[in-house]
């Protein structure tokens, strides 16, 4: 075991990363007539790494379950952004062990973010001694080895230090028509609150080729829908020497002939006129962008260390807007970070006005141990916090509504990817913007492109019909 100390300046390899071409994984029957449960928390990343844990266990026989007290293995792929995903997770451990006392033989694995978290660790080898197998964000690809090796005892298998770039990564995708596609790993731009740089570790890129060669597989096999993912996807390729920008990747993937591309998620800082001019070029390209604005006040700006000021982001926001058409721009935003003041709040309401944001996702500011903001004193009452929040969505969510309402009338793509959870009659997808959209259709659109047009809006969703 070898595990992050939080405390010490963080010790990055400065050896060029490796690319590691494995092999294709051999199907075994290890886990032949075992089920197995697994549970994601948090961003996108996360789904994505489960369907590589759903894709080892499957190559190794065992079968998907959705319901935790069927399952031989229960795999809780875990989130450490904020201390509520913290909480969740110990809440549903009970749950586990519970389970465990009535079946012995039930193997339970914690992976994902707060495993590389040592405090989280420390934890489970004092009070979760039923928890069997423990492994962090480097070394997903060895949970086969950790399973075949267990034996009955804690197995705690974290690496502090990130590997190396891992190429063939088996996935068993939730989606046949949308894809992730992950262009690189960890982060380098240390927000002062943000505990990924920590838990992912230093930006990796992968190289534009093994991307491009998957997005070629992915339309060959019929995928409509691509998602770049990163931490800090317009930072790609800048920790590999003669790597191809953001920009010209994206340019090159929109050229595979993918219907539909998007990314995320983008920091302003590495936003640049090429991927403008790029993402305004590219009919195929969605006209989405999630933007992270994190505060509007430029003095918090800089306690966060985001590396620009509220008019920085607002010039950026509307060169956006005016070069791509119809545009839909979200963003993230924190409220309550260490001195922020009633002015520091009222900067970010004015950008909110300013920018009429589509949606945003909004947190009370959650300290984590380790990072810089985390040691700034936190002067505000949680009642303080909570009013902020509140004052902030309903300006959010007065945006979002009325942004939905352009849509009512106007037909509409949308890429139909299920059926309707609120109704059996309707199929659920998104529209090129990023709009929810339920639609009076038969099943059989699912997977497919259809016009629909809109009857009624909704702050977080529409409704259509098929047309
Ligand atoms: N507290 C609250 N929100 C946070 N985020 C990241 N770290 C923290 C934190 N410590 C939010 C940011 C980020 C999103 C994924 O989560 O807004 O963009
Ligand atoms: Fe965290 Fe900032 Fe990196 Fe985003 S860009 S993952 S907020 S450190």
């Known amino acids: 075991m070898n595990l992050p100390n939080q405390n010490e300046e963080r010790k990055r390899t400065k050896n060029p990363v490796e690319v590691v071409y494995l092999k294709q994984e051999e199907k075994t029957d290890e886990l032949k007539n075992k089920k197995y ?93 039923y928890v069997d197998i423990v492994f962090g964000t480097h070394n997903i690809h060895e949970l086969p080895k950790l399973i075949k090796e267990y034996n009955k005892k804690q197995e705690i298998e974290v690496y502090s230090i990130e590997g190396n770039v891992y190429e063939n990564i088996p996935y068993k995708r939730d989606s046949k028509v949308s894809a992730w596609v992950n262009i690189m790993y960890g982060c380098d731009k240390f927000c002062t609150y943000c505990i990924v740089p920590y838990t992912r570790g230093k930006q990796r890129s992968r190289k534009s080729s093994d991307i491009i060669k998957e997005i070629n597989d992915l339309v060959n096999n019929g995928y409509l829908e691509v998602t770049l993912l990163g931490q800090n996807v317009n930072a790609y390729g800048k920790d590999i020497e003669n790597e191809m920008s953001f920009a010209e990747l994206l340019e090159n993937v929109a050229k595979t002939g ?38 509007g006040s430029s003095r918090i700006l800089k306690l966060m260390g985001r590396r ?8 950026l926001f509307n060169k956006i807007k005016e070069a791509v058409p119809n545009v839909s721009i979200t963003t993230d935003i924190i409220v309550g970070f260490p001195q922020e003041s009633e002015e520091d709040f009222l900067e970010t309401l004015d950008v909110v006005k300013k920018c009429e944001y589509d949606s945003a996702f909004t947190f009370i500011y959650s300290p984590r141990e380790g990072t810089p903001a985390a040691k700034m004193q936190d002067n505000i009452s949680l009642l303080e916090k909570e009013e902020r929040l509140q004052r902030l969505n309903e300006l959010v969510n007065s945006f979002s509504n009325k942004n939905n309402q352009k849509y009512l009338n106007k037909i509409v793509k949308v890429l139909v990817t299920e059926v309707s959870q609120k109704d059996n009659n309707k199929v659920c997808g998104y529209t090129e913007n990023m709009k929810l959209v339920n639609v009076l259709a038969p099943h059989d659109t699912i997977g497919k492109i259809i016009d629909v047009k809109i009857t009624d809006a909704k702050s977080f969703s529409l409704d259509g019909e098929i047309i």
């Open 258 to 295: 993918i219907k539909r591309l998007r990314f995320v998620t983008s920091h302003p800082w590495d936003f640049t006129d090429e991927m403008i001019n790029v993402i305004a070029k590219y009919d195929n390209i969605m006209p989405y962008i999630h933007l992270p604005l994190q505060s």
């Open 308 to 315: 620009y000021t509220k008019e920085e982001y607002l010039k």
């Open 37 to 129: 449960y697994l549970k994601t928390y948090g961003c996108q990343m996360n789904v994505h790494d489960s369907e590589e844990l759903a894709a080892h266990l499957e190559n190794m026989g065992a079968i998907k379950t959705d319901i935790l007290e069927e399952a031989d293995i229960a795999i809780l792929n875990t989130c450490a952004v904020r201390e509520n995903a913290h909480d969740k997770v110990f809440g549903y451990l009970g749950r586990c062990k519970h389970l465990k006392e009535i079946n012995k033989d039930l193997i339970i694995c914690i992976c994902g973010c707060m495993a590389q978290e040592e405090g989280v660790v420390n934890e489970i080898k004092s009070r979760h001694p």
